[in-house]
């Protein structure tokens, strides 16, 4: 099955700094991935989401980069916010099959 | 109308005894998830249904764990003889039933119910 990596588990930057998290896949099956932002106590909102027919996706303060090749696809947030602070998901999923496997977690702590 | 709606929103239940958790999905949406969360840890997948059949069941971790969605709508998740290691979040989610280009539609999650054994 697919198993996904995520790191750094914890990640601090000062507000206005950017925050990069990098996540790998092993099933080169998976086409569709998935970001959650997930505030303590909440639920899980999903913030961006890549398909693998193209490289890279942008709204906003936020972009997602994928390498089909390299199997990995990272996160990237511009000009950080207090608000930005939350745990960050990455997830993977295979088109022809439902299930979504989640990475560990990253927390991000934007400090103001 | 609104999002996914999980209840109850906290249970608290003694060992040995059995619970029952309930999801409503977004209307409309065919799929619907149950995942497992436990602190500090990304969702488990425990199982998946498309309208009332539960396709996928693989991610239940024991026979105590049971789910269903007799009219392809509500979905409860029961566990029976709770243990102190089922105490976690389950989240519920669902997602349309269009692919768009052979790949998945996002999942939209419940806040979840979370669950304590004594």
Redesign the interface.
């Known amino acids: 099955g697919e198993n996904v990596e995520q790191h750094p588990s914890t990640l601090s930057v000062q507000e206005g700094d950017s925050a990069v998290i990098k996540c790998t896949y092993s099933d080169s099956a998976s086409n569709y991935f998935p970001w959650y932002k997930q505030e303590l106590g909440k639920r899980p909102q999903l913030i961006i989401d890549i398909r693998s027919n193209v490289g890279e996706k942008k709204d906003q303060r936020i972009a997602v980069t994928l390498n089909k090749t390299a199997k990995h696809f990272s996160l990237h947030i511009t000009e950080t916010q207090p608000e930005d602070s939350a745990v960050y998901f990455c997830a993977a999923s295979e088109g022809g099959y439902q299930k979504v496997t989640f990475g560990i977690g990253t927390k991000l702590q934007v400090i103001p | 109308g609104a999002g996914?709606s999980q209840s109850p929103r906290y249970k608290v239940a003694k060992r040995g005894q059995d619970v029952a958790l309930r999801c409503d999905p977004i209307s409309g949406h065919v799929?619907l998830?149950w995942y497992q969360q436990a602190l500090?840890?990304?969702?488990?997948?425990l199982t998946?249904f498309?309208n009332e059949a539960q396709?996928?069941k693989?991610?239940l971790p024991s026979d105590r764990f049971f789910a269903e969605r007799p009219e392809g709508s509500v979905s409860t998740l029961k566990i029976q003889r709770t243990q102190q290691e089922d105490s976690a979040v389950y989240?519920c989610a669902s997602?349309p039933s269009v692919?768009?280009?052979?790949?998945?539609q996002?999942?939209?999650?419940?806040?979840?119910t979370r669950l304590s054994i004594l």
């Not at chain 2, 500090?40 to 997948?45: L, S």
């Not at chain 2, 692919?99 to 998945?104: D, P």
């Not at chain 2, 996002?106 to 979840?112: A, T």
């Open positions: 996914v799929s998830f500090g840890q990304g969702p488990e997948f998946y498309q396709l996928d693989s991610g989240l997602s692919r768009i280009n052979y790949s998945n996002p999942q939209h999650f419940g806040d979840g």
